[in-house]
């Protein structure tokens, strides 16, 4: 029998490599051909469509080494019979942690504040200099109250914040939501349903000294209503980890400087990211092994 075989589509820290080694199988590194191929291990920059899959003769699982699922036609995979599992819990933490983050440099206004100071423009205090907005005992509203938002909730009780959630099943209605909170962040998966579910109405719903907070992913924010809403004040500031149109960013967000921009790093620490290449490798090898699979998403 011919040993089994993983496309890995983009280089992954070493534990992932090593648990598929450990299983036997042969690893195929690089790109998504899925010819004579077992098993897929994706990132969520593939786009993983019916047309590649129907290529997948073989493949009896497509590993995503995120949580979202959004970059994989689940239709065509359901239709096919192929079992589709992410990387849930692991990187909870790390995201929560970087959507405090975020929260904390655009009401305080650091990214602004580390430019001037490297820019020779810092001339010493002045009582009037990079006034921010203060954070404890605040109003955090959390759209999405998963893993990753109910963290975030845990992180704000440390600073007195009153926090308000929305979500598919109870809460506070998203509008309510918009109307009472300073901070807005979002942490629901990208489908049709949160397509742009912040836009230009959304926005203008929100208080003039509001910020907001996205790690989710990019489409769920109307992208060009939100440059138009941080240059004409709707919204005070905004703090953004996913674009749009990934990598590329909207016309005129990074002329702003009410805007704190990150390179999707949500969860990247050394340790997360570890143990998401290990779960990952873990799916696949329960799926060729013909063990329950774990982390089944689809
Ligand atoms: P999760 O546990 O599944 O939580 C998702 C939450 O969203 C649930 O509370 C769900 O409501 C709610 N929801 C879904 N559709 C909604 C809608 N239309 N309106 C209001 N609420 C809705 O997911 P998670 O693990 O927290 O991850 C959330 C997302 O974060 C992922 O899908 C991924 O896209 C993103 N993420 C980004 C990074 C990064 O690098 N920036 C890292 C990790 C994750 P119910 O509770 O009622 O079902």
Redesign the pocket.
């Known amino acids: 029998m011919s040993t089994a075989c993983v496309r890995v589509s983009r280089p992954i820290p070493q534990l992932g490599l090593r648990e598929l080694e450990a299983a036997g199988l042969e690893i195929r590194m690089g790109g998504l051909d899925l010819r004579g191929v077992d098993a897929l291990l994706c990132m969520l920059t593939d786009r993983v469509n019916a047309r590649l899959l129907e290529r997948g003769e073989r493949l009896k699982i497509v590993a995503n080494m995120?949580?979202?699922t959004?970059n994989i036609d689940l239709d065509a995979t359901r239709r096919l019979g192929i079992p589709v599992t992410n990387t849930?819990d692991v990187?909870?933490d790390a995201?929560a942690d970087?959507a405090f983050a975020l929260l904390l440099a655009a009401a305080r206004r650091l990214v602004w504040g580390d430019r001037l100071v490297r820019g020779a423009g810092f001339s010493g205090w002045s009582p009037l200099l990079g006034l921010g907005m203060d954070v404890s005992g605040r109003t955090l509203g959390i759209?999405?109250?998963?893993?990753?938002?109910r963290e975030l909730a845990e992180r704000a009780s440390g600073f007195r914040m009153q926090v308000l959630f929305?979500?598919?099943?109870?809460g506070v209605p998203?509008g309510e939501l918009l109307e009472r909170s300073d901070f807005v962040s979002l942490?629901?998966?990208?489908n049709p349903?949160?397509h742009h579910?912040i836009g230009e109405p959304e926005l203008r719903r929100m208080r003039p000294h509001a910020v907001l907070i996205n790690?989710?992913?990019g489409p769920i924010v109307d992208e060009r209503a939100l440059v138009r809403a941080l240059r004409e004040g709707w919204i005070a500031a905004a703090g953004l980890?996913?674009f749009e149109d990934e990598p590329k960013l909207a016309p005129g967000l990074a002329d702003l400087a009410n805007v704190v921009l990150a390179p999707?790093?949500?969860?990247a620490t050394v340790d997360t990211r570890n143990r998401m290449a290990q779960i990952a490798a873990e799916n696949v090898v329960a799926a060729l092994s013909g063990a329950p699979i774990p982390n089944l998403v689809s």
Do not use: C, K
Not at 143 to 149: S, T
Not at 264 to 267: A, E, L, R
């Open positions: 995120a949580v979202g959004d849930p990187l909870t995201t970087l759209v999405g109250a998963g893993r990753i938002g929305t979500r598919r099943s109870g998203l942490h629901v998966p990208l349903e949160t579910l790690t989710a992913r980890d996913v999707h790093i949500g969860s």
